[in-house]
Nanobody, 116 residues
Framework: QVQLVESGGGLVQPGGSLRLSCAAS????????MSWHRQAPGKERELVAS????????TYADSVKGRFSISKDNVKNTVYLQMNSLKPEDTAVYYC?????????WGQGTQVTVST
């Protein structure tokens, strides 16, 4: 069955870095675009970054441009989110999503907390 398993979240101080991973199985990973989303308490889920199926194109939310980087490894069936210069407002549950046409799969999320 389809599985998306996020890892790499945790507690980090402001200005620190984390790398999130999302390991995929149960579908042809190379055919799917991938994205990272986040949801803070009391807020709607928002798009953070996305990458095309072949890693030919990426997009970022304005709030993370220049600080976050998304990458996709079609050999390891994994998508990454490198997060640098983290701010308290980056605190949220981070979810990965796989999508292709009308097919959408979500992971269970990983908590990122940026605090002193």
């Amino acid at each position: 069955q389809v599985q998306l398993v996020e890892s790499g979240g945790g507690l980090v101080q402001p200005g620190g870095s984390l790398r999130l991973s999302c390991a995929a199985s149960g579908f042809i990973f190379s055919n799917y675009a991938m994205s990272w989303h986040r949801q803070a308490p009391g807020k709607e889920r928002e798009l953070v970054a996305s990458v095309s199926s072949t890693s030919g194109g990426t997009t970022y939310a304005d709030s993370v441009k220049g600080r976050f980087s998304i990458s996709k490894d079609n050999v390891k069936n994994t998508v990454y989110l490198q997060m640098n210069s983290l701010k308290p407002e980056d605190t949220a549950v981070y979810y990965c999503k796989a999508f292709r046409r009308s097919l959408v799969y979500w992971g269970q999320g990983t908590q990122v907390t940026v605090s002193t």
